[in-house]
């Protein structure tokens, strides 16, 4: 059995006079045997997103960014900004 999953992973801190916090977003996936799409840089030709039957560098630059790792743990960051208090 060939173990395929991944996970990308982003940690955002922020330390500041309102206090601070750590966000963490994921993005799972399964990593492909040979590369799809020409977007994206680094492992996204070969990061297949289930959810959207897609690797990372087939996908928009907007429907990355609502899904992406990194988009997932700065919208924490910013809602806790915010005053909602996410993290």
């Known amino acids: 059995m060939t173990r395929r999953?991944?996970?990308f992973?982003?940690?955002a801190a922020f330390a500041g006079s309102g206090g601070e916090n750590v966000f963490t977003g994921y993005a799972e996936g399964v990593i492909l045997t040979a590369p799809?799409?020409?977007g994206g840089f680094g492992y996204d030709p070969i990061f297949y997103y289930e959810?959207?039957?897609r690797t990372f560098a087939e996908l928009t630059m907007d429907e990355k960014s609502?899904?992406?790792h990194?988009?997932?743990a700065f919208a924490q960051m910013g809602l806790?900004?915010?005053g909602?208090?996410?993290g």
Do not use: M
Request: glycine residues 20%; charged residues 20%; proline residues 4%.
């Open 36 to 38: 799809r799409g020409g």
């Open 80 to 82: 806790w900004l915010a």
């Open 84 to 86: 909602g208090r996410a």
């Open 66 to 68: 609502r899904i992406s």
């Open 5 to 7: 999953g991944a996970r």
């Open 70 to 72: 990194r988009s997932v």
């Open 51 to 53: 959810p959207l039957g």
């Open 9 to 11: 992973v982003c940690v």
